[in-house]
């Protein structure tokens, strides 16, 4: 997730993930997913709740 969406996100908050904004892509730009936020978690609490366990494998490190 990005750092800025992670520190203003509140609870309610709808997020929207579109594609890149390349150009070069043919569909460059377009609405992919939405979310909405339910909960507020730390970095640490993040990193440390099962529900995320896979989200994490390979990475050293949760949330920027």
């Given at each position: 997730?990005?750092?800025?969406v992670c520190r203003y996100a509140?609870?309610?908050?709808?997020?929207?993930?579109?594609?890149?904004?390349?150009?070069?892509?043919?569909r460059a730009g377009h609405f992919?997913?939405?979310?909405?936020?339910?909960?507020?978690?730390?970095?640490?609490?993040?990193?440390?709740?099962?529900?995320?366990?896979?989200?994490?494998?390979?990475?050293?490190?949760?949330?920027a």
């Amino acid at each position: 997730m990005q750092p800025k969406v992670c520190r203003y996100a509140k609870i309610g908050n709808w997020l929207l993930g579109t594609d890149s904004v390349d150009k070069k892509i043919r569909r460059a730009g377009h609405f992919v997913d939405s979310m909405q936020v339910t909960e507020v978690l730390s970095s640490d609490q993040y990193n440390t709740d099962p529900r995320f366990s896979k989200s994490l494998s390979g990475r050293s490190s949760g949330i920027a």
